[in-house]
């Protein structure tokens, strides 16, 4: 039996067409007829013309949006005279590239904009926070007489637009001029990301705030740092000393910029240190700069400037500031780095906080020219004082003996911070997994034999300890070659 076929011929195509033609223009008469003509609702609110009206425009980079939102908000609460409702633009977010004046003319020949929904973005503004902000939304304005309309947009990288922008149109040039810049003065004042601690992550868009991180500020106490004795009090007058003496040191005619530089083998504490000055210094805004993030130099000195007081760290600063000699000529982003530092006026209070593992590349204008680094400072390897008070501080509750403790001081000379704390981790896991509710003095031994054996080379490398051990715990008398890894906070 043949099998029975149906098909639509070109005539029923036509009319198929035709009937969808007559729905599209029956929804458009349907939203002029409804007040959703967005030309049509300008004209009523505006009293004239919208196409008669000059447009000013500004822009802010992309992570600025939480920041604008909320200035266009103060700046309508300030004033009781002041007032707005708030409408969306059904389609406008799929046209990053077109301008108010674009979007006005094409709703007004073409009925191509109608009102809609109010377009949000849900950011995190703090570590445990988020704001429902406005990514495309028009504020139809009134400031006493004055009547107006903003249309804020958000960025929409896939459309191509990765900026926010903020359009004011206006009867008079002079008001949109103003509400702009008393708008930028908010978006200074009441910043979001002032006394926070935020990272470049190196990326656009994706989860988060553009290319932000936030972290929760550290809360470290002196106990908690273990470093030669007097080598402490140096760095906190050199950053939270002058943060502390910022006014007599201005009346002095002193310079509060200053630039602070860790070095030493990887795993000894120079991040954890850090991290020590970041938990006293509350006030300051923090941008860390790691890995690919350190590429975002120049973003992050323009976030200091503008919310000083600040702090600029550089993790493993060697990967871009390595010394011209090594790095065979021309590097860009290293010059940027010097650039920025030198580009902050003396009495900017800003302070840059670099750590190195390899001081012995660093490139000598950076290293060594004052204005730059005005002190670098070696964070050695701990010796027998520092090692026996870290096993105490990461042991705490283990109740470890005085016998105990000194017995794994003796073995671990040479040892780093982070093999200690990984030391410990290691004896709780072992005596973890013999089902004991405590960790024993066996337990801390057999974690030493396998950290020190040669089956764990590897693993001591990475916890920046040189490799000096042999299977028994004693020197071979090699030197070992310093690994480039070091912590990121």
């Not at 425009?57 to 004033?79: G, I, M, S, T």
């Not at 958000?154 to 001029?177: I, M, T």
């Amino acid at each position: 039996m043949a099998e029975e076929t149906s098909a639509i011929s070109l005539d029923q195509v036509s009319d198929l067409f035709h009937e969808f033609m007559e729905a599209v223009a029956r929804a458009s008469r349907q939203d002029q007829k409804d007040g959703r003509n967005l030309s049509t609702r300008l004209m009523t609110h505006l009293g004239s013309t919208p196409s008669d009206r000059p447009v000013v425009k500004a822009a802010y980079p992309p992570y600025e949006l939480p920041n604008v939102h909320l200035a266009l908000e103060r700046w309508f609460a300030a004033d009781p005279a002041r007032s707005y409702e708030l409408i969306g633009l059904r389609g406008a977010q799929h046209h990053g590239d077109l301008t108010l004046g674009d979007i006005l003319d094409a709703a007004d020949r073409y009925d191509r904009f109608v009102i809609g929904a109010v377009d949000y973005a849900h950011l995190p503004v703090a570590p445990d926070t988020e704001l429902a902000c406005v990514s495309c939304g028009f504020y139809l304005g009134l400031d006493g007489d004055e009547r107006f309309a903003v249309l804020l947009r958000g960025p929409q990288d896939e459309y191509g637009r990765n900026k926010v922008e903020v359009e004011v149109l206006a009867k008079d040039k002079e008001f949109a001029d103003r509400l702009l810049a008393e708008l930028d003065t908010l978006v200074r004042e009441h910043n979001v990301f002032r006394g926070q601690v935020l990272s470049f992550e190196g990326s656009e868009f994706g989860r988060g705030l553009g290319p932000f991180r936030f972290h929760r500020r550290p809360d470290l106490t002196r106990d908690d740092i273990v470093l030669p004795t007097g080598l402490l009090e140096r760095l906190e007058r050199q950053v939270m000393g002058v943060a502390r003496r910022r006014e007599q040191l201005r009346a002095a005619g002193q310079h509060l910029r200053r630039g602070l530089l860790l070095y030493g083998p990887p795993g000894t504490g120079k991040t954890h240190t850090i991290r020590y000055l970041l938990s006293h210094l509350p006030q300051f805004t923090v941008v860390i700069l790691a890995g690919t993030g350190i590429s975002a130099i120049g973003p992050a000195c323009a976030l200091a400037r503008m919310l000083q007081p600040a702090l600029v760290v550089l993790e493993d600063c060697d990967l871009v500031a390595e010394a011209r000699d090594y790095g065979g000529g021309d590097q860009p982003l290293l010059f940027q780095v010097l650039n920025e530092m030198d580009g902050l006026g003396d009495d900017a209070d800003v302070a840059f906080l670099l750590t190195t593992n390899r001081a012995d590349l660093l490139e000598p204008a950076l290293a060594q020219r004052p204005g730059r680094i005005d002190l670098a400072v070696e964070i050695p390897l701990p010796d027998g004082e520092g090692r026996a008070r870290l096993l105490g501080l990461y042991g705490a509750g283990l109740g470890l003996g005085e016998d105990v403790t000194d017995e794994v001081v003796a073995r671990t000379e040479g040892t780093t911070a982070s093999f200690t704390k990984e030391l410990v981790r290691r004896a709780v896991l072992i005596a973890a997994e013999r089902e004991s509710p405590r960790t024993e003095p066996d337990d801390l031994r057999a974690a030493l034999d396998e950290l020190l054996s040669d089956q764990d080379h590897l693993t001591r490398r990475l916890l920046g300890v040189e490799d000096t051990h042999d299977e028994d715990g004693g020197e071979d008398g090699g030197e070992g070659e310093r690994p480039f890894l070091s912590r990121l906070p």
